[in-house]
């Protein structure tokens, strides 16, 4: 196989592993509020139904206030992203609502600005008492870099 032909078989493997990987991601969220008032489901992209721990959404509850309840959504997204010089970024997607979220999570503490980037500790701490409620995202960086 010539290395021309390698390289567009090894791009087409790739799309096709990452198009089987975003049916995995979450096609809606949900309110605070929807998880107040019993709901526990959130559809994926593939049409299948996520399941979010309720003890997870017990704590979540208990540590976010109620006024807050109608502007933060679940699942919050993380983008864990490695750079050509070798750092790792670890990210929260969407805007200034889904940060805040984050910060209370880590540290029961709200800000303006939120929280959009983790350390690995934080970055670990989210997953380790909230993993129903957040979902991950790859990002290949540098030339021809994807999104996974």
């Keep these: 196989m010539s290395e021309e032909k390698l ?17 995995l991601l979450p096609a809606e969220s949900l309110t605070l509020m929807e998880l107040s008032r019993g709901k526990r489901e959130v559809r994926l992209n593939s049409g299948e139904l996520h ?5 997870e959404v017990r704590a979540l509850l208990s540590s976010v206030p109620p006024f807050l309840w109608l502007n933060c959504r679940v699942p919050l997204l993380l983008r864990y992203r490695r750079e050509e010089d070798g750092r790792s970024l670890y990210l929260v997607e969407g ?9 209370i ?12 980037e983790l350390s690995p500790e934080e970055f670990r701490h989210l997953l380790g008492k ?19």
């Design 105 to 116: 999570m880590l540290s029961n503490n709200l800000t303006a600005e939120g929280k959009g």
């Design 95 to 103: 805007g200034i609502w889904q940060r805040r979220l984050a910060e």
């Design 51 to 55: 399941a979010l721990r309720e003890e």
């Design 7 to 23: 390289g567009e078989y090894l791009q087409r493997k790739f799309r096709e592993e990452a198009r089987r990987l975003a049916a």
């Design 130 to 148: 909230y993993g129903s409620l957040v979902f991950v995202t790859l990002e290949a960086s540098g030339e021809g870099g994807a999104e996974i």
